[in-house]
């Protein structure tokens, strides 16, 4: 999955949620397990993937390496565990009106280093993230920012220094409210000066200002693990209640289910397709279960052969409706997964499952022969269809699942396309080397419709992996993202889904339940809303 962080500005958790999630209990480890204190010296093994990238804020836009990131770093605000913003290194974040800001950051605050919290320390980050030569995956995020380029390095001019702890943010479109809350994304994490003058050093060592700091130089094992240490000098609302975090960098998903049923590990977010039908039952009070913000997809490259034009069209909606996705969820991940039927998740304000066009979603395998027929008329198929997967997660037996109904329903050779690790995948798509589809999805930043939009589908967003392009439809996210009111909003969004729902850049699947579990003698584990433990609150011992 990848992470991305642009929201729509006071919107909240909807409390239907859970209940549009039907089949999936609400079992969550912060409510299992008694509040307790626990060894405030103990060290958290935590699973985790190897990161895609060096460590850098400006530069990490997938999970793996944003949880770490997270834990390392303090922005000017975090989201708490129902998503609402909180502030951090900020005394305050003011809209002054629909297209500028003032920041006032707290005095007293550091990086492990010692070096000061100060203004300078987030407008040097952002204008290092926001140059175009540096090719940041987040540069897209600093586009609201008067004086953004995406073609030529240019200052962001928009950032205002008043005093070493204020300075103002001018934007060149009118979403202040909305820009103020997407301030505790990574992307807008602040940066020491040691960093900006060696990035390519701190990238593997970075040194941060949150509750947590790598245990010592050369923490990250690459491909083994890496180690956290409390930091004492963080003095933010993500106390640490523990020693440290190791996180574990895991082959499988089976590997890290098997070390938490031996204690070898001591919390892990996913769960894999052979345990589905018993976790609950084999970890009892220690399984979680419960509705994430997290949409799943597999996406199809926009240049690749027989997918373009007209015929790229039909055979888009042939494959989608050649998928039984009801079939999937039940017997492959035992009701964790509801069938898809928009881009974005049931609790998010705003979504729908009565979209117009939302039919191509619906398996129908009559159809959708017949619409491959029509394919064919226009370019006989030939070859194969795969899809990529990275083996070190739950996906072999869905993508296994998905390529049986393709070849059943629609005569054609489909399979699976393992890559070893996330990483390996990651690297391929970024490249625009893969030529074939590959598995997609959304664990979303921030609880809005237009982070599911935006960041994945926006002409030359950070994380439009098959380079998507429709002008109508970035006119009309970036009007829901202008509108003051909700309802407003949510239409504009509901309109810009409709033309991807014709254009089906990405084939919807389902949405999904986080699923993990915590080992014997571990408390206070809790999950937030968009499916990622908070480290910080988990105790043992």
């Given at each position: 999955?990848k992470?991305?962080?642009?929201?729509?500005?006071?919107?909240?958790?909807?409390?239907?949620?859970?209940?549009a999630?039907?089949?999936?209990?609400?079992?969550?480890?912060?409510?299992?397990?008694p509040?307790?204190?626990?060894?405030?010296?103990?060290?958290?093994?935590?699973s985790?993937n190897?990161?895609?990238n060096?460590?850098?804020?400006?530069?990490?836009?997938?999970?793996?390496?944003?949880k770490?990131?997270?834990s390392?770093?303090?922005?000017?605000?975090?989201?708490?565990?129902?998503?609402?913003?909180?502030n951090?290194?900020?005394e305050?974040?003011?809209?002054?009106?629909?297209?500028?800001?003032?920041?006032?950051?707290?005095?007293?605050?550091?990086?492990?280093?010692?070096e000061?919290?100060?203004?300078?320390?987030?407008?040097?980050?952002?204008?290092?993230?926001?140059?175009?030569?540096?090719?940041?995956?987040?540069?897209s995020?600093?586009?609201?920012?008067?004086?953004?380029?995406?073609s030529?390095d240019?200052?962001?001019?928009?950032?205002?220094?008043?005093?070493?702890?204020?300075?103002?943010?001018?934007?060149s479109?009118?979403?202040?409210?909305?820009?103020?809350?997407r301030?505790?994304?990574?992307?807008y994490?602040?940066?020491?000066?040691?960093?900006?003058?060696?990035?390519?050093?701190?990238?593997?060592?970075?040194?941060?200002?949150?509750?947590?700091?790598?245990?010592?130089?050369g923490?990250?094992?690459?491909?083994?693990?890496?180690?956290?240490?409390?930091?004492?000098?963080?003095?933010?609302?993500?106390?640490?209640?523990?020693?440290?975090?190791?996180?574990?960098?895991?082959?499988?998903?089976d590997?890290?289910?098997?070390?938490?049923?031996?204690?070898?590990?001591?919390?892990?977010?996913?769960?894999?397709s052979?345990?589905?039908?018993?976790?609950?039952?084999?970890?009892?009070?220690?399984?979680?279960n419960?509705?994430?913000?997290?949409?799943?997809?597999?996406?199809?490259?926009?240049?690749?052969?027989?997918?373009t034009?007209?015929?790229?069209?039909?055979?888009?909606?042939?494959?989608s409706?050649?998928?039984?996705?009801a079939?999937?969820?039940?017997?492959i991940?035992?009701?964790?997964?509801?069938?898809?039927?928009?881009?974005?998740?049931?609790?998010?304000?705003g979504?729908?499952?009565?979209?117009?066009?939302?039919?191509?979603?619906?398996?129908d395998?009559?159809?959708?022969?017949?619409?491959?027929?029509?394919?064919?008329?226009?370019s006989p198929?030939?070859?194969?269809?795969?899809i990529a997967?990275?083996?070190?997660?739950?996906?072999?037996?869905w993508?296994d699942?998905?390529?049986n109904?393709?070849?059943?329903n629609?005569?054609?050779d489909?399979?699976?396309?393992?890559?070893?690790?996330?990483a390996?995948?990651?690297?391929?798509?970024n490249?625009?080397?893969?030529?074939?589809?590959?598995?997609?999805?959304?664990?979303?930043?921030?609880?809005a419709q237009?982070?599911?939009?935006?960041p994945?589908?926006?002409?030359?967003?950070?994380?439009?992996?098959?380079?998507?392009?429709?002008?109508?439809?970035?006119?009309?996210?970036?009007?829901?993202?202008s509108?003051?009111?909700q309802?407003?909003?949510t239409?504009?969004?509901?309109?810009?889904?409709?033309?991807?729902?014709k254009?089906?850049?990405?084939?919807?699947?389902?949405?999904?339940?986080?699923?993990?579990?915590?080992?014997?003698?571990?408390?206070n584990?809790?999950?937030?809303?968009?499916?990622?433990?908070?480290?910080?609150?988990i105790?043992?011992?």
């Amino acid at each position: 999955m990848k992470r991305n962080k642009i929201a729509l500005a006071g919107v909240g958790l909807l409390a239907v949620g859970a209940l549009a999630l039907a089949g999936c209990s609400s079992k969550t480890g912060g409510d299992a397990t008694p509040t307790t204190g626990g060894d405030s010296k103990a060290i958290i093994k935590v699973s985790g993937n190897e990161p895609e990238n060096p460590l850098i804020p400006t530069n990490t836009n997938e999970v793996g390496g944003g949880k770490i990131l997270d834990s390392i770093f303090a922005g000017l605000a975090y989201y708490d565990a129902k998503g609402k913003l909180v502030n951090d290194m900020a005394e305050s974040i003011k809209v002054d009106d629909p297209s500028d800001l003032t920041i006032k950051v707290k005095q007293g605050n550091t990086f492990s280093n010692g070096e000061k919290v100060t203004a300078d320390s987030f407008i040097n980050a952002w204008q290092y993230g926001a140059k175009f030569s540096n090719k940041q995956l987040n540069q897209s995020w600093f586009s609201d920012i008067e004086g953004f380029s995406d073609s030529a390095d240019s200052e962001l001019t928009g950032l205002k220094k008043t005093d070493d702890y204020t300075f103002t943010i001018k934007l060149s479109s009118p979403v202040a409210a909305d820009f103020s809350q997407r301030l505790g994304y990574s992307a807008y994490y602040p940066l020491p000066e040691a960093g900006l003058k060696d990035m390519g050093t701190f990238g593997e060592n970075p040194i941060g200002n949150g509750p947590y700091k790598l245990a010592k130089t050369g923490a990250w094992q690459h491909k083994v693990q890496l180690d956290l240490v409390k930091n004492d000098t963080y003095k933010g609302g993500r106390q640490a209640k523990n020693g440290g975090l190791t996180f574990i960098f895991y082959a499988s998903a089976d590997a890290e289910y098997a070390d938490l049923q031996s204690n070898k590990v001591d919390v892990i977010d996913q769960i894999p397709s052979s345990a589905q039908q018993t976790f609950e039952s084999d970890l009892g009070d220690r399984a979680v279960n419960q509705p994430a913000a997290i949409f799943q997809s597999f996406s199809i490259p926009g240049n690749l052969e027989h997918f373009t034009g007209d015929e790229g069209k039909l055979r888009r909606e042939a494959i989608s409706m050649a998928i039984d996705r009801a079939a999937i969820t039940k017997t492959i991940f035992n009701n964790t997964r509801t069938p898809a039927s928009d881009f974005t998740s049931p609790v998010i304000a705003g979504w729908s499952d009565s979209l117009k066009g939302a039919d191509v979603l619906k398996f129908d395998a009559k159809k959708a022969k017949e619409l491959w027929a029509e394919a064919d008329k226009i370019s006989p198929w030939s070859g194969k269809f795969q899809i990529a997967y990275n083996s070190d997660s739950a996906h072999q037996a869905w993508v296994d699942a998905v390529s049986n109904q393709l070849k059943n329903n629609l005569g054609i050779d489909a399979s699976g396309n393992p890559y070893v690790d996330f990483a390996s995948l990651r690297k391929d798509v970024n490249a625009r080397s893969i030529k074939t589809a590959f598995r997609t999805g959304w664990q979303a930043d921030y609880p809005a419709q237009y982070n599911f939009l935006q960041p994945l589908y926006s002409t030359k967003a950070s994380s439009n992996d098959t380079d998507y392009s429709n002008p109508d439809f970035d006119k009309l996210v970036a009007k829901g993202a202008s509108e003051s009111d909700q309802s407003a909003a949510t239409k504009d969004y509901q309109q810009a889904q409709e033309l991807l729902l014709k254009d089906l850049p990405a084939i919807p699947l389902w949405y999904s339940n986080v699923n993990g579990g915590f080992a014997k003698g571990v408390n206070n584990v809790q999950f937030g809303w968009n499916s990622v433990p908070l480290y910080y609150e988990i105790t043992k011992g």
